[in-house]
């Protein structure tokens, strides 16, 4: 990548003062000096140069091969001193799984600090202790590397500026050591009467490790801890942990209990001072050191000062495009990981090994393929445990491949078609089109087929190319695709019944111009609120509209039986006319209807009520709610549990998860399995299983979140639009032997199952030829 300078012939930075004398200020005052020897680096530290708080730091092979090709001393003095360990530890309550091939070394803090402040002199970098900087901007120097730390006090002074943003978590933690030896990263649960506490711990140095204390603030009310009380704190803590300690004391340094920020800055720089380190982002402890973020920072920094020397708009802009994406991606699966520690109450009680199996992948990082990559014998453990369980016979089969029931309905695999508009019906009637798109993803072996939103009302569709249910023509072209997928497939199929509301009367997707007036038809909602500026304002419904909808959907229900579905999924997500009563965004009623989550549900159970009074009994319903709108003042998290909750006591058998697309102006966090979280939260809080979806693109993901109890089905969009034999491909890939492949099909198995053998061996041996080697 290449950054363009502001300066033909750029001059070296002459003096750069670096304010903060923490792993990353120095390590970055090492580089840029061997680079520009004539360059005046002076570091000013406020505290002593032996003063450390905290214990150890935790390094990963990746980052050591990077400090080796860097600084190959700073790399051989620190190296002497590490304690590295391969393997981790997870432990519950006297339970303990080891695995293998993690690649993670430990090292005093305070030790580190001192070899790379010798490195500093070695190099001729000015360290200045006990000599704190009141005002920066009185510095008459070409960079001020701001590295402060965590309470940042240049960061805080110019705030605005750098566009802060900071956030406590929600648990606390405290940071202490032992002379306990492990010879494991090591993670500690404990169950106990005031709730779970966890011990984060690893060994950094021969006689010493690092014991970091977390529970929820309900744990920690609960058992008494008091915020700055270390004998306290030490007292309590020993005593829940003691087989853990095994006779080792614990020792404090500035040992308090806090709650963990999590800071993000819009801009890195202002004017010539640039942040690293602490002061510009914060990762939870969870994943790994804030040291290692910091000195990885440091060297893109040091290269972008070197290369563009005093042309601070081009340095700034290559640091910032060098990590910027690396950093928040890095936050991203640090805030993931958090979460988790912050809900762990919720998986306690797993099996032994899905729990450690969730440790293991909580960041969405991990997954069970690469965990076999490190160590094979613990996904097998993990996989063994869940087939047992689920009184599968073969336990080497992939969780993705397992059977499910949805009440009576069996479902041969957990895989899942989501509902995807097609926009090809004409007068609401599926044809040649729909009968090729869910007859040929049956044959490809999905578990579930969950129709496109079928309209209960020619005024329910979303545009003029939507399906409907609500006449005999209709009924007779669905039961022509059900009755072939039944007699050819294992396949079950679900419509998805809904309504558009107020996100309807609309153009195609692919159409350019909008519905002349004379083709669009009145919306309604449950308050007159437009989807989109300048969008068609719908009708707030009456008492009348809306025992005219039940009914429609009622008789929907009723149609959808006669066509042969196996399943019927309502639909209240994504703004639609009943997610549009359950938003508090989109219901500004203040009759019974609205105001709080018991009254907007009232409408949407009514419908479930009578869709489930005119469905077989035997056969299951599913609910598609939006677990957040992804905007300001919606719906709650405790909201969307009431929901849940609600239509589970009202019989729905499965929930599934989706969010937002409720209003115009949403800011959704989007990136791999992102929506899993939510499912998460229904299914392991509700007790009732779930659908989830978003950003699910392989089989190693679907078997992971399986296997993690993050939900029971999962379904893919659009993956299958152009690969309708997804379900085929990864069973090849798994080397599953399949039984319901139709006979005309069957000469094809060989071929397609050692094609994708081939390319299995192939991927993982790249996949191992990249991991980095061992710095043991």
């Keep these: 990548m290449t950054f363009q300078s502001t300066n033909e012939t750029p001059k070296n930075a002459q003096s750069i003062a670096v304010i903060g004398g923490g792993p990353g200020g120095l390590y970055f005052s090492i580089l840029t000096k061997k680079a520009l020897p004539n360059c005046q680096i002076d570091i000013y530290e406020r505290n002593k140069a032996d003063d450390s708080f905290g214990f150890g730091v935790v390094f990963s092979d990746e980052t050591l091969s990077e400090f080796l090709t860097r600084d190959p001393k700073s790399y051989d003095l620190i190296r002497k001193h590490f304690a590295y360990w391969d393997d981790l530890d ?93 010879d494991a990263f090591t993670y500690f649960f404990r169950t106990t009467e005031f709730g779970t506490i966890v011990a984060h711990s690893y060994q950094y140095e021969e006689g010493m490790s690092t014991w970091i204390f977390e529970c929820s603030d309900a744990t920690w009310q609960n058992a008494g801890f008091e915020t700055t009380n270390e004998e306290s704190t030490i007292a309590k803590i020993s005593s829940i942990f003691k087989e853990e300690l095994d006779g080792h004391g614990l020792i ?134 869940f087939n047992t369980k689920n009184n599968i016979s073969n336990t080497n089969t992939p969780a993705a491949f397992t059977p499910f029931y949805v009440k009576n309905v069996k479902l041969e695999n957990r895989v899942v078609m989501s509902a995807m508009g097609q926009y090809q019906a004409n007068n609401g009637i599926p044809n040649s089109w729909h009968f090729s798109h869910y007859t040929q993803r049956a044959l490809g072996g999905l578990g579930l087929i969950i129709t496109e939103m079928t309209s209960v009302s020619e005024t329910g569709r979303i545009t003029l190319g939507c399906t409907g249910i609500y006449n005999e023509n209709q009924v007779v072209e669905w039961k022509k695709i059900n009755d072939f997928i039944h007699t050819n497939s294992s396949c079950k199929v679900a419509i998805q019944l ?27 909602s449950s308050s007159p609120i437009p989807f989109s500026e300048g969008g068609i304002v719908p009708k707030e419904m009456t008492q009348e509209d809306i025992n005219l909808v039940v009914q429609q959907f009622e008789i929907a229900a009723q149609n959808a039986n006669k066509a042969g579905f196996d399943m019927i999924e309502l639909q209240a997500h994504h703004g639609f006319l009943l997610a549009s009563f359950l938003s508090p965004l989109t219901n500004t009623r203040t009759d019974e209807f609205g105001g709080s989550i018991a009254n907007r549900l009232k409408f949407p159970l009514r419908v479930f009520n009578a869709i489930r009074a005119a469905f077989p009994i035997d056969k299951p319903i599913s609910v598609r709610v939006s677990a957040t709108d992804w905007a300001e003042n919606g719906i709650s998290e405790q909201d969307v549990l009431t929901i849940a909750e609600s239509f589970k006591q009202a019989g729905a058998d499965i929930i599934n998860v989706s969010t937002g697309n409720t209003v115009a102006n949403q800011q959704p966090q989007m990136g791999r399995m992102w929506q899993t979280p939510f499912s998460d939260l229904i299914r392991n809080t509700v007790c009732i299983p779930t659908i989830t979806a978003g950003s699910i693109t392989d089989i190693d993901q679907i078997n992971t979140i399986i296997l993690n109890g993050k939900a029971d ?64």
């Excluded at 806090?258 to 004017?271: G, L, S, V, Y």
């Excluded at 109450?345 to 992948?361: E, H, S, W």
């Excluded at 809904?498 to 309604?524: M, T, V």
Aim: charge should be positive; charged fraction near 25%.
């Design 252 to 385: 404090s340094n500035r040992s308090h209990w806090r709650q963990f920020p999590a800071i993000t800055n819009e801009k890195w720089h202002k004017d010539n001072i640039v942040l690293l380190g602490d002061a510009k982002a914060t990762a939870h402890y969870s994943i790994g050191s804030g040291t290692k973020l910091a000195m990885e920072c440091a060297i893109s920094l040091s290269d972008a000062i070197v290369k563009f020397g005093t042309d601070k708009e081009a340095a700034f802009a290559a640091y910032e495009k060098l990590r910027r994406n690396r950093v928040e991606m890095i936050q991203y699966a640090a805030n993931v990981s958090l979460d988790w520690f912050e809900n762990m109450d919720r998986y306690i009680n797993f099996d032994f090994n899905q729990f450690a199996f969730g440790v293991m992948t909580r960041s969405k990082k991990v997954t069970f393929e690469n965990l076999g990559l490190r160590d094979a014998s613990f996904p097998q453990k993990v996989l063994t445990e």
């Design 498 to 524: 809904g309504h558009s509301g107020r996100k309807g009367s609309i153009k195609k997707p692919w159409e350019a111009e909008k519905l002349a007036l004379l083709q669009q038809w009145e919306l309604i």
């Design 90 to 182: 997870v432990a519950r309550d006297g339970d303990i799984v080891r695995i293998t091939g993690n690649g993670f070394c430990g090292c005093s803090r305070k030790k580190l600090l001192q070899l790379l402040q010798q490195r500093c002199v070695e190099e001729g970098v000015n360290l200045h202790f006990e000599h704190p900087i009141e005002d920066v901007t009185t510095l008459k120097v070409d960079y001020i590397i701001a590295c402060d730390g965590i309470n940042s006090a240049i960061r805080s002074q110019f705030e605005s500026d750098f566009g802060t943003k900071t956030e406590l978590k929600k648990n606390k933690f405290v940071w202490m050591g032992s002379t306990k030896p492990l």
């Design 713 to 776: 089905l999962v379904a893919l969009g659009k993956p299958l639009l152009l690969n309708p034999y997804f379900v085929r491909n990864a069973q090849a890939y798994e080397n599953f032997e399949v039984t319901d492949i139709p006979n005309s099909y069957k000469m094809g198995i060989q071929t397609l199952f050692s094609e994708n053998a081939s390319n299995r061996k192939m991927v993982e041996g790249m996949k191992k030829a990249l991991k980095p080697k061992s710095h043991k």
